[in-house]
């Protein structure tokens, strides 16, 4: 990959996970690493004069977290510390993101999380709604994982609607930066009544898995492989759970398919997903393959 992945940091518990999957990421695909901090932009109500004073507090007190952030960073990883101002928290990384052309931008959980489990917070909502570049969600704990166990698998939850061949392009690209395998996983779950038989789960959720496993193939280059898995359930919190995760594995979903172009959107399948899933997920915009991967 060689890129740039820019970290959207805060001195928090959450800002150390983000940081830590951020670098764990890096190091794997020999990207560098952006270590972001955003700031209250300058601008200001006239109601409210400026205080240099409170100004120049506040940029010391950022430069000293990002100063005590990198020192924890592995010395084989290349990386840069930026104080940003922008509206948003959000704005800022997305900003950053453009002009360092990073490939992807990686933030921590809400505070309150279970650890191994999502949160969204505000800045990953509103980068959900913003993002042109694919969003890495960190879990709650992700700072427990060391930069050397790297990326153990990549596995991306295909589906049949459009846009899947956006994902797929994405996934296929980190599996081979990271030197992880790849494997391509089916969500066959079906809305039934109580009471339905469980063989007709099972037979609609083979079927299913079969569309997708040659959808899937047939958009994959040569000397790419992959594993294909259908988890079944009565629900997808039950699929999810239902499959083995590995510790170091990174899940990857397709933004909403109501997304504006450019721009991601957490649909429903993955919003739930989220609850569940014990390992960090990328949120891909779904456009972002027709103007071509960074």
């Known amino acids: 990959m060689s890129g740039r992945i820019v970290v959207g940091y805060t001195a928090t518990e959450a800002g150390a ?21 955003v700031l209250p932009s300058d601008e200001r109500s006239v109601i409210t004069p400026p205080d240099a004073g ?3 507090y506040l940029r010391e007190t950022a430069d000293g977290w990002l100063d005590r952030a990198v020192q924890t960073l592995h010395a084989a990883i290349t990386h840069h510390r930026h104080v940003r101002y922008a509206e948003s928290f959000a704005e800022g990384l997305v900003a950053a993101a453009d002009e360092f052309e990073a490939t992807h931008i990686v933030v921590g959980a809400a505070n309150g999380g279970l650890r191994g489990r999502h949160r969204l917070g505000t800045v990953a909502n509103e980068l959900m709604h913003y993002s042109d570049v694919p969003v890495v ?15 153990t698998r990549v596995t991306a939850a295909i589906g049949t609607r459009p846009g899947g061949d956006v994902l797929l392009a994405e996934a296929i690209a980190l599996a081979v930066a990271t030197g992880a395998p790849l494997r391509l996983l089916s ?18 959720g083979k079927s299913h ?18 594993e294909v898995v259908t988890a079944a359930g009565a629900s997808i919190e039950e699929a999810v759970e239902g499959i083995d995760w590995l510790p170091a594995e990174i899940a990857m979903v397709g933004s909403s398919r109501l997304a504006q172009p450019r721009r991601l959107f957490l649909g429903s399948t993955a919003a739930t997903m989220l609850h569940v899933l014990p390992v960090p ?13 960074r």
């Not at 891909?284 to 393959?289: E, Q």
């Open 209 to 226: 898995a079969d569309a997708v496993l040659a959808q899937a193939h047939a958009g994959l280059p040569a000397g790419i492989d992959a």
């Open 187 to 204: 969500l066959a779950t079906v809305d039934l009544p109580s009471g339905v038989d469980t063989g007709l789960i099972r037979l609609t």
């Open 17 to 37: 996970d983000a940081l830590a999957l951020g670098e764990r990421i890096a190091a794997a695909s020999d990207s560098v690493l952006d270590v972001v901090l």
């Open 281 to 293: 997920m990328i949120v891909v915009p779904r456009t972002r393959a027709t103007e071509g991967a």
């Open 54 to 56: 409170y100004d120049r």
């Open 137 to 151: 969600l960190a879990p709650e704990g992700a700072r427990e994982v060391p930069a050397s166990a790297g990326v």
